[in-house]
Nanobody, 119 residues
Framework: QVQLVESGGGLVQAGGSLRLSCAAS????????MNWFRQAPGKQREFVAA????????YYADFVKGRFTISLDSGKNTVYLQMNSLKPEDTAVYYC????????????WGQGTLVTVSS
């Protein structure tokens, strides 16, 4: 079992920044992919970013490129999502999701953290 705990959400004005954290614990693999998804009210969950804990490769949805950065602190088994230049349309619940490899199922999800961007 793997446990994921997100933190760092909150209320911020448009143009501001937030940093989300996703701490993994339990029986994590030596390398895995950590993903961030988000779900806005009334909308489907969508992919935001991912990082390979093995090689450090990163992947982003087009709508966050240049604004969000995903990173890893392997010593803490924690993945971060630095979000800059936030827009009201970034308002959503953000979830991290654990994936053994690209294309595999998302075996574990965090509880989500709410990000609200005011205009």
């Amino acid at each position: 079992q793997v446990q994921l705990v997100e933190s760092g959400g909150g209320l911020v004005q448009a143009g501001g920044s937030l940093r989300l954290s996703c701490a993994a614990s339990g029986r994590t693999h030596s390398s895995y992919f950590m993903n961030w998804f988000r779900q806005a009210p009334g909308k489907q969950r969508e992919f935001v970013a991912a990082i390979s804990t093995g090689g450090g490769n990163t992947y982003y949805a087009d709508f966050v490129k240049g604004r969000f950065t995903i990173s890893l602190d392997s010593g803490k088994n924690t993945v971060y999502l630095q979000m800059n230049s936030l827009k009201p349309e970034d308002t959503a619940v953000y979830y991290c999701a654990y994936q053994v490899r690209i294309g595999a199922a998302f075996d574990y999800w965090g509880q989500g953290t709410l990000v609200t961007v005011s205009s």
